[in-house]
Structures are given as C-alpha cells and as structure tokens.
Nanobody, 118 residues
Framework: QVQFVESGGGLVQPGGSLRLSCTAS????????VAWYRQAPGKQREVVAV???????EYSTSVTGRFTISRDNSENTAYLQMNSLKPEDTAVYYC????????????WGQGTQVTVSS
C-alpha cells in the first residue's frame, strides 16, 4: 500500500506563496494518478489538484490559476505550488492517489498545516 509524507506547510500572509512536497513510499510513482487534498476545520476533505501523468492536470475552481501541481517521478515526489494565498486556503493539506482511498486507509499521511493569516 502506498503511503505519503507531506511537508512544506506553514504560516503565510494573504497573497503569499508556499510550496508543498509529498514523498511516496513506492518505487514507481509514475504508475499512479496523484492528487492534493485539503481539509479545513469542520469541513470534509476535498480534492484541490490532480496530476494524471504527462502534462494532464486538473484543479478545483477555488484554486485554478493560483495553484500548480507537479511531480518528479524519479524522486517519487509530488509538489503543490500555491500562490496568491487567501485565508480560505487555510487547511491541512494531504496528498494521495486519485480517486482517493477511504478515510480509514493507512495511506493517508499526517498532512501539512497551511495557515493564511495576517
């Protein structure tokens, strides 16, 4: 079972940028469709960006034009570049395969906290 470890979160002011990283415990990440998800307090986890391989990416409407998902298959790592951050982007960010596994899956990592506040 693939497992993921996220990093790169932190506190940033509105309008700022962060780059999240996610390392997978598999040798061939290229075999998987990878996505970034986030969960804000009191809300369900939602998908924000999907990388299907090659140059095929998809984004939720709330982050389109501000976030960019990428991957380095040789390093088994996925990234999420977040620009023009807004307070409503505050959440714990996770990466995983897409479609997402169940909430009880052991593949979910601890996530990385992103807080956008002045």
């Amino acid at each position: 079972q693939v497992q993921f470890v996220e990093s790169g979160g932190g506190l940033v002011q509105p309008g700022g940028s962060l780059r999240l990283s996610c390392t997978a415990s598999v040798r061939f990440l290229s075999m998987y469709t990878v996505a970034w998800y986030r969960q804000a307090p009191g809300k369900q986890r939602e998908v924000v960006a999907v990388h299907r391989g090659g140059s095929t990416t998809e984004y939720s409407t709330s982050v389109t034009g501000r976030f960019t998902i990428s991957r380095d298959n040789s390093e088994n790592t996925a990234y999420l570049q977040m620009n023009s951050l807004k307070p409503e982007d505050t959440a714990v960010y996770y990466c995983n395969t897409f479609p997402p596994p169940g909430e009880g899956s052991r593949s979910w990592g601890q996530g990385t906290q992103v807080t956008v506040s002045s």
